[in-house]
C-alpha cells in the first residue's frame, strides 16, 4: 500500500471533505466570472484566470488521487470503492463547469490568439493554450462537451473499475493464489513453476472470460463512439 499522508491523514479526514467543497465553490466563481467573456481577456487578464484554473485543478487532482491510489490498493474494500465512485463524481461536476474557458480560447479568431501568446507572461501555459488551439477541429459544442462530461463517471472509467474488482476477485490454483504470486512465477527462473503458474492462470481466468471480455468490448465502442462524434 502506498503512504498517502501527504495527501490526506485518512479515509475521513475532514480536510479531503474541505477541498472538495473549495474546488466546487471556486469551480462555480470562475464559470460565472468568465463564462462568455474569455475573448475580452488580454494576456495578464488570460493569465490571471490560467493561474485559478489551476488552482482549482490542483484541488480536484489531490482529492482524485487520494481515492484513485485507495481505490487501486484494495479494489474490494466498499470505503475506498465509495471515495473513489465520489472523487469521479466530483471530477466530472468540476470539469463541466470550466470545459468553457478552453473552448473559448480555442473559437478565437487565429490572429487574435497570435497575439495574445505574444505576452511573455503566458509562457509558463503556452502548452497548454497551443494544444487547445491544436484540438479546436474535434471539439463539440459546449453543451456537448458538457455531456460527455457528466457522463463520464459512468463511462469507461465504471468499466475499468469493473474489471479490477473481477480481476482483484480471481484466484488460483488448489490453495486459491492471488495473481501477484501466480505472476511473479510466470517469469521466475524455476521451468516447472512457470508452467505449473501458467496452467493456473489459464484455469482461474476461463471462469471470467465472458465478463472481461464484455468489459474490453464495451470502452473499446464507448472510446470508437467518442472518437466518431469529434
Given at each position: 500500500?502506498?503512504?498517502?499522508?501527504?495527501?490526506?491523514?485518512?479515509?475521513?479526514?475532514?480536510?479531503?471533505?474541505?477541498?472538495?467543497?473549495?474546488?466546487?465553490?471556486?469551480?462555480?466563481?470562475?464559470?460565472?466570472?468568465?463564462?462568455?467573456?474569455?475573448?475580452?481577456?488580454?494576456?495578464?487578464?488570460?493569465r490571471e484566470a490560467l493561474?485559478?484554473?489551476?488552482?482549482?485543478?490542483?484541488?480536484?487532482?489531490?482529492?482524485?488521487?487520494?481515492?484513485?491510489?485507495?481505490?487501486?490498493?484494495?479494489?474490494?474494500?466498499?470505503?475506498?470503492?465509495?471515495?473513489?465512485?465520489?472523487?469521479?463524481?466530483?471530477?466530472?461536476?468540476?470539469?463541466?463547469?470550466?470545459?468553457?474557458?478552453?473552448?473559448?480560447?480555442?473559437?478565437?479568431?487565429?490572429?487574435?490568439?497570435?497575439?495574445?501568446?505574444?505576452?511573455?507572461?503566458?509562457?509558463?501555459?503556452?502548452?497548454?493554450?497551443?494544444?487547445?488551439?491544436?484540438?479546436?477541429?474535434?471539439?463539440?459544442?459546449?453543451?456537448?462537451?458538457?455531456?460527455?462530461?457528466?457522463?463520464s463517471p459512468v463511462g469507461?472509467?465504471?468499466?475499468?473499475?469493473?474489471?479490477?474488482?473481477?480481476?482483484?476477485?480471481?484466484?488460483?490454483?488448489?490453495?486459491?493464489?492471488?495473481?501477484?504470486?501466480?505472476?511473479?512465477?510466470?517469469?521466475?527462473?524455476?521451468?516447472?513453476?512457470?508452467?505449473?503458474?501458467?496452467?493456473?492462470?489459464?484455469?482461474?481466468?476461463?471462469?471470467?472470460?465472458?465478463?472481461?471480455?464484455?468489459?474490453?468490448?464495451?470502452?473499446?465502442?464507448?472510446?470508437?463512439?467518442?472518437?466518431?462524434?469529434?
Amino acid at each position: 500500500a502506498w503512504d498517502l499522508g501527504d495527501l490526506y491523514g485518512s479515509d475521513h479526514d475532514q480536510a479531503m471533505e474541505e477541498d472538495r467543497l473549495r474546488c466546487l465553490r471556486r469551480a462555480e466563481e470562475f464559470e460565472t466570472a468568465h463564462a462568455g467573456r474569455v475573448a475580452q481577456l488580454d494576456g495578464p487578464g488570460l493569465r490571471e484566470a490560467l493561474l485559478e484554473l489551476e488552482r482549482i485543478m490542483e484541488l480536484e487532482t489531490r482529492v482524485l488521487a487520494y481515492a484513485g491510489l485507495r481505490h487501486a490498493a484494495d479494489t474490494a474494500d466498499p470505503v475506498a470503492d465509495r471515495l473513489h465512485g465520489a472523487a469521479l463524481g466530483l471530477s466530472a461536476e468540476v470539469r463541466s463547469r470550466v470545459l468553457f474557458f478552453l473552448l473559448e480560447w480555442s473559437a478565437l479568431p487565429e490572429n487574435r490568439t497570435l497575439e495574445v501568446l505574444r505576452d511573455p507572461g503566458l509562457d509558463r501555459f503556452r502548452h497548454v493554450l497551443e494544444l487547445a488551439l491544436a484540438r479546436r477541429p474535434h471539439r463539440l459544442s459546449r453543451a456537448e462537451e458538457r455531456i460527455l462530461e457528466r457522463l463520464s463517471p459512468v463511462g469507461p472509467p465504471a468499466w475499468r473499475s469493473l474489471g479490477d474488482k473481477v480481476v482483484a476477485g480471481m484466484r488460483f490454483g488448489p490453495v486459491g493464489r492471488p495473481l501477484s504470486q501466480v505472476l511473479k512465477e510466470l517469469s521466475g527462473p524455476e521451468r516447472r513453476e512457470r508452467r505449473r503458474a501458467a496452467e493456473e492462470l489459464g484455469a482461474g481466468i476461463a471462469p471470467h472470460v465472458a465478463v472481461a471480455a464484455h468489459v474490453l468490448n464495451t470502452t473499446v465502442s464507448q472510446r470508437r463512439i467518442s472518437d466518431e462524434l469529434r
